[in-house]
């Protein structure tokens, strides 16, 4: 077992939820029960997740099929989605809005990805809490940032000295998720079009959301003393919009240029050039993005394959960065993420072949 | 700015890199530049996320296709998918395997996932290292296990005494990556099978790998007394080729009953009765896994709606679990997350129009 010196309750303060602030009993690691949440649960699910896949993936019986069960008597389908009430009114109609892509059921609808998203929040709020706030000598403390001349292999990174504390994001998908705008993408069916982009930019600042936890930890750095600064490849055209956005998720304020930088009209989209302005005023103790763009352009040399790129993450003397200064949150909708085919993504030596599968 | 009197030194040991054990200067948060990485990077990318995006989004142009350019000159789309070599002999084949959905393309291929994973573990490191190994009195750490009884709502948790400190987690996509079965899921194109997946937990044992950062976290936790021990959903017919597959990706030991813990035969598929058996042999202060049901079967209710569930997870007395206590690991790929139509996964206070869209 490890054994330590810290002071008695240290444990407690550090565990110290930037969720419920303001109700310390809530914040250990294991609270108690008390008070009440929003919603009430009720009984156990029996079913395992391999089998609720399973059930996904059998064909739907339509409307109007007509079974005949074991004990001889017929099923037939209806259209029902529910049972009549007992007024004997038309049931409620089935629900609508079209299918939803798996990916953003999982971003936008699960709870599995909002525990990954405060995770991230979380460990942000521990690190600058521990790591940065309880520094005795904070001339020494470094920035997070790869100086120019960097390689993912050979990173480099220079103290601050007296230069003010600052957290810099992302916003899309960072920070703010912009619900509205992914809807309307997956309705209209199709894909990603640059001029409903700049619209949405532009007319959609009420209808986003924040990423589960950003609100309470940026407003807890804040308060704090760090400053808070997006760096964004939304266009800098759109600033004040952007700025209403931040504000609409709980997320501001925002100002350009000086704690919101964004992409000049025919500026490159790397965010390395922006990073090096903020970085000549602030001491960048923490990042937080969902693409790794978000973190260094050098992630996205165009000649890695796959398998180079993802090896950069946890192969190289960056690894220990992430949860430690580097902050990832999910994003599997869009981005450098996606790409590949499946001998890109698969190495290999880790090629199954199922023993029962016909020939094919 | 946040004050503090802890020991000189502490700032480096919390923030200790599980990554690259016995290296101390490279587990500092921002590490310098020393020794050489595994991946050689070159220059900036330049295209970003949303001009990647668009990039895919247009249509490909077909072989043998003609295009006259601005000045006049012809272009012809030929099946090349490199320069032919200076030699004249026939240029490479085009890449062979198939297109990956979206998901395996983040989970399997992306350094941002992998990112995310090395960030859950490098947390639940942390957490046992500053929470659990630096508590004076370790009776009265509480297990994260929620104590029968307990409602989403009103959770309640209890000091284990002198029971031994365990972690318990998940294998599938938590500990382990299915890269054989998901290749060959993906390839097949059919979506699951339990018989598939039956053979593939008898014969696949070699066709896996670990999470990134999970087998570092798991030697360093019994490195420092934790027992580690796996909850899963795995049959007990195959307790042995999966142990096998947890040692071939350096996860193991794990031992049947003891530190392996799988689903009988005709069992219900929900983890809760293992988890109190586990928890009434040891103290369990960390759990992770990639699926709600990993740590409670409470949030798989089935009458709960998309938001309902979703909300349980940032929005009631259990919010700061996570991240402390609990670690969630990404998987897009299959599992609870995945459902609900637009209308359930997006709120209706975020719907927007597009102000330019063609009436549809």
């Known amino acids: 077992m490890i054994s330590g010196r810290l002071p008695a ?3 407690l303060a550090a565990a110290g939820g930037i969720l419920l602030s303001g109700c310390a009993a809530a914040m250990v690691a294991a609270p108690l029960a008390a008070g009440a949440g929003v919603f009430k649960a009720s009984k156990q699910s029996r079913a395992s997740k391999r089998e609720r896949a399973r059930q996904q993936a059998q064909p739907t019986p339509k409307p109007g099929q007509v079974f005949t069960a074991a004990d001889g008597s017929k099923v037939e389908i209806t259209t029902l989605t529910a049972l009549p009430p007992p007024s004997g009114a038309p049931a409620a109609a089935a629900p609508t809005g079209g299918n939803a892509p798996p990916a953003m059921q999982y971003l936008y609808g699960s709870g599995e990805a909002a525990a990954l998203s405060l995770q991230a929040y979380q460990a942000l709020w521990n690190y600058l809490k521990v790591e940065i706030g309880y520094r005795r000598d ?4 470094r920035s997070v940032v790869l100086t120019p001349g ?3 292999d050979n990173p480099r990174f220079e103290t601050c000295g007296k230069r003010p504390l600052a957290v810099v994001l992302d916003i899309d998908e960072t920070a703010l998720l912009n619900l509205g705008y992914e809807r309307d993408e997956a309705a209209s069916g199709g894909g990603y079009d640059a001029a409903r982009w700049s619209r949405w930019e532009q007319t959609g600042a ?3 959301a924040a990423v589960p936890g950003a609100a309470e930890a940026l407003a807890a750095a804040r308060r704090e003393g760090f400053t808070v600064i997006f760096n964004s490849n939304r266009s800098a055209a759109s600033a004040a919009q952007t700025a209403a956005a931040l504000d609409h998720a709980g997320l501001g304020p925002a100002a350009l240029f000086d704690t919101l930088w ?3 009209e025919g500026e490159p989209s790397g965010k390395d050039s922006r990073r ?7 001491c960048i103790v923490a990042m937080a993005g969902d693409q790794l763009g978000d973190f260094s352009d050098l992630f996205n040399a165009p000649d890695a394959s ?8 946890g192969g190289t003397l960056l690894a220990p960065l992430w949860g430690a200064g580097w902050f990832m949150l999910p994003n599997p909708v869009y981005g450098t993420a996606l790409k ?3 001998d890109d993504i698969f190495p290999p030596d880790a090629r199954w072949t199922d023993p029962g599968a016909a020939p094919r």
């Open 150 to 152: 960097s390689t993912l």
């Open 206 to 208: 009420d209808k986003v």
């Open 9 to 11: 309750g240290f444990a």
């Open 276 to 282: 090096q302005k903020i970085a000549g005023r602030y």
């Open 262 to 264: 964004l992409r000049g």
């Open 306 to 313: 796959i398998a180079a790129r993802r090896n950069t993450v």
């Open 138 to 141: 904070k001339s020494q403390i």
């Open 340 to 342: 590949g085919g499946l």
